[in-house]
């Protein structure tokens, strides 16, 4: 069955954000986004793929209402965002934000504090959460104690215990093996399928984004702006047998084409300003 | 850090030394604390003037000084040897390295009456306090740095078939060094405060005994010039330490 | 380092051939080597020392009981160092942590105001004893007030330290699911705070010792400088060596307590 959702009701509608930073020593701005413009539906789940500094995380910020964009609006289900909405968008970030001080329980229980969820659910959805991952051995054991790659499974449960529509994600994978990326990926997919979020995506990565995306968007180099949108249409949960099939490799390749000149690009910036950039990501 | 914020730090920094002579200022001009305590600052500037104008204040110096060096090679030798001698292995360093940790962390003050009693009040019960104090942080840190060095490095050396020698020459002593400097620091710094210490405890000479005196003989202005000559002696050596050690982090 | 190298073996394979954990075997050997030092020192103490510098642990512990714990007055005297060390512990964190948090709480006053603290950190405090002593007078206040001074010093610098470096990503995180400023100053900064405030509460117990026992030690008129001056003049070395060994127990045992505060408050670090 074959669902591109474009029936489906607008979840997340960004216009026209542009957003600029001070610039780090010399005087003036550096433009991170420049006029991006784009919906994602309910239940899609969006990748958002390009070059280092092209300005995707900032995006991702923005929407999530941690940061506030220079211009332009970015809605959630009909409603403008002026902050953090806790109830309705979830973050997962790069690196697990488990507190290293607190055991996992202790950490669900911070996070539905935080949120305001009432606690007699606190226990009920910690252990639901981290059965669905496979980790509900390690309940009282703190993120220390676990693998980089048990962390991340972790930090994922976290973020869909939270149980909101929407869940942004910055890289959640980028700091871990080919291997464990590639069978969350898979559990991930499964997830969603069953649990019909809304997710949008930030990764570097074309294999990743092919094979959990709905729709990819692709970035140009900073300023970043969208230069191309890639339709994916193969149903979840996804097997791994799609990464053997050729359309696989032709999106992946499409990808690959449209991404090579603008990392070239970003590159060069990054040599002409004399250091890697390190702000916005 | 921007140089826009640098200067803003660094006026407020400076703003504050001058707010605190300013506030010495004031309140010994209109009399609000009694010259027992805090005399004005030309009297102060005078008694510093009249000090180093008297041969006595050279000669205090001196052997302070020469009281320090002394102790801090002892501690820097001994240290180092110690330590040395403590990672030649795993075992060792299990066994003496929490035990050296945790008598530093007793006041070794305590010590002090019994240097005076096999020394006397002479410079060398001066010697052997500082020497004993400064002794802790170089040995800590050349442990620490000495078994902390990268097993990697040390493989690689001897697959290209360094001898025991080269290895330590070319490959534990310049790993370790950051660290080891760090203990040499802390050891000076450790062993200047604890000659200082000593000689105001019970000494005979040197610049500590001079404070301690000029506090009996009720001279605060000398005693306070003494106080401001050594606060600047710190400040300084602060400041030449760190600059020596930012210009080492550049490379 | 062929030593270091042969080591590693036995290391990895905890000493199977001993029947002891190498644990175990690290402490045996610390006790032995403790032993026979104490076992040399009463040797020669029995034997080849001059009697009027060198007692042997023997003598020592007799002294302790015949000359020290005997004596009310120096009994007083220790009780009294033990008092003063306590109060000046308590001001010391209540000023550290207040100064600390103060400074520490923006990074434009830890900027500006961090590199002052350190510098005065930086000044050997013992040339102020004698202005301390002129101000204090010779009595507990003037102990209290060094040892403060010393203590406070390492709780400051450790608070600021703490607060420094807070993961940027836990406070984007505690944002987005909600967490108010007072969540996240109990759930991220406090806890980020935790293991750097230990450090400062152990280092201020060292110091605030120090600077207790060195008041103590210049005012020779009284109190425990009183007795060491004594022992020291009449070439006494037995009860000066107790009573040494018995402040130096307080210190251990004061250092201990902090510690094991410390373990206990810092378990998720491993």
């Known amino acids: 069955m074959l669902d591109t959702g474009a029936e489906r009701p607008v979840a997340v509608s960004v216009r026209n954000v542009t957003q600029r930073f001070a610039a780090q020593g010399a005087a003036g701005t550096v433009v991170a986004l420049n006029d991006i413009s784009l919906d994602v539906r309910r239940g899609e789940f969006v990748c958002l793929l390009g070059p280092s500094g ?160 709905d729709r990819i968007f692709v970035w140009t180099a900073r300023p970043g702006r969208i ?55 | 850090m921007s140089d826009a914020s640098t200067f803003t730090t660094r006026s407020i920094q400076i703003a504050f030394v001058a707010i605190m002579i300013g506030v010495w200022y004031g309140v010994t001009t209109t009399g609000s604390v009694t010259p027992l305590f805090l005399p004005p600052i030309d009297a102060v500037k005078s008694a510093f003037i009249r000090l180093v104008q008297t041969g006595q204040f050279w000669s205090a110096v001196r052997v302070t000084l020469t009281t320090i060096a002394q102790a801090w090679l002892i501690a820097v030798v ?50 052997a306090y500082a020497a004993t104090y400064g002794f802790f942080p170089v040995a800590l840190n050349t442990i620490a740095g000495l078994s902390s060095v990268n097993e990697h490095y040390l493989r690689a050396a001897r697959s290209m078939g360094a001898s025991g020698f080269d290895t330590f020459r070319h490959v534990l002593f310049p790993a370790a060094f950051p660290v080891i400097l760090t203990g040499l620091r802390v050891s000076f710094f450790i062993s200047f405060a604890s000659v200082l210490g000593g000689e105001t405890l019970s000494s005979a000479a040197g610049i500590g005994k001079n404070i301690a005196l000029a506090a009996e003989l009720m001279e605060p202005a000398r005693m306070y010039a003494w106080i401001v000559f050594v606060i600047c002696i710190t400040v300084t050596l602060n400041f030449v330490v760190s600059a020596f050690e930012n210009r080492r982090r550049e490379y | 380092m062929t030593a270091a190298q042969a080591e590693l073996p036995a290391h990895r394979a905890p000493a199977a051939r001993h029947g002891f954990s190498y644990a175990t075997r690290v402490r045996l050997t610390r006790w032995i080597i403790f032993a026979g030092l104490l076992l040399a020192w009463e040797v020669y103490g029995q034997t080849l020392a001059n009697p009027r510098l060198i007692s042997p642990p023997s003598g020592v512990l007799y002294a302790l009981f015949s000359e020290i714990l005997a004596d009310g007055r120096i009994v007083t005297a220790i009780f009294e160092s033990f008092r003063e060390v306590i109060v000046a512990y308590v001001a010391s964190i209540l000023l550290g942590l207040a100064i600390g948090l103060g400074v520490g709480w923006s990074s434009f006053g830890r900027r500006s105001f961090f590199p002052i603290v350190l510098l005065l950190y930086a000044i050997p405090q013992v040339i102020l004893l004698p202005l301390f002593v002129l101000i204090f007078g010779i009595g507990p206040a003037c102990k209290i007030a060094f040892g403060i001074s010393h203590g406070v010093f390492p709780i400051i610098v450790n608070v600021i330290a703490g607060m420094r470096n807070v993961n940027p990503l836990y406070l984007r995180s505690a944002a987005s699911m909600g967490g108010s400023a007072v969540d996240v100053a109990r759930h991220v900064y406090f806890p980020h705070m935790v293991p750097s405030l230990f450090t400062g509460l152990r280092l201020g117990m060292t110091m605030t010792l120090l600077g207790v026992i060195l008041a103590e030690l210049y005012v020779s008129t009284q109190g425990i400088g009183y007795w060491t001056k004594v022992y020291a003049e009449n070439f006494d070395p037995a009860p000066l060596l107790a009573l040494i060994a018995v402040l130096a127990l307080m210190a251990i045992i004061l250092n201990s307590l902090v510690r094991v505060g410390e373990r206990r408050f810092t378990r998720w670090r491993n």
């Open chain 2, 78 to 127: 001994l240290g180092i040897l110690v330590a040395y001698l403590v990672t030649r292995s795993k075992f060792l360093v299990a066994v003496f390295e929490p035990v050296i940790a945790s008598t530093f962390a007793i006041p070794l003050t305590l010590l002090f009456p019994l240097f005076i009693l096999f020394f006397g009040i002479g410079p060398n019960s001066k010697v």
């Open chain 1, 54 to 213: 092209c300005g995707k995380s900032t995006l991702l910020n923005i929407i999530g209402g941690l940061f506030d964009a220079s211009e332009g609006s970015v809605t959630v289900a009909g409603q403008p965002v002026k902050g953090p909405s806790p109830k309705r968008i979830s973050f997962i970030f790069q690196e697990s934000t488990l507190y290293p001080w607190y055991s996992i329980r202790e950490n669900f229980d911070v996070s539905f504090k935080f949120q305001g969820v009432p606690k007699a659910e606190w226990e009920g959805r910690t252990r639901d959460a981290l059965a669905a991952v496979g980790m509900s051995r390690f309940i009282d054991h703190y993120p220390n104690q676990l693998s980089v790659g048990m962390r991340q499974r972790v930090n994922l449960a976290r973020g869909l215990a939270l149980d909101t529509d929407i869940i942004l994600m910055d890289e959640p994978f980028a700091a871990l093996d080919e291997q464990t990326r590639m069978v969350l990926g898979e559990d991930l997919s499964e997830l969603l399928a069953k649990t019909g979020k809304t997710i949008i995506f930030v990764t570097h990565s074309l294999a990743e984004a092919v094979f959990l995306s």
């Open chain 1, 227 to 281: 230069k191309a949108i890639i339709e994916v249409g193969e149903a979840h949960p996804r097997s791994p047998d799609f990464m053997l099939t050729q359309r696989f490799g032709e999106l992946r390749n499409e990808c690959y084409a449209l991404l090579r000149d603008e990392v070239r690009q970003a590159m060069s910036l990054e040599r002409d300003a004399g250091a890697p950039a390190s702000a916005g990501a």
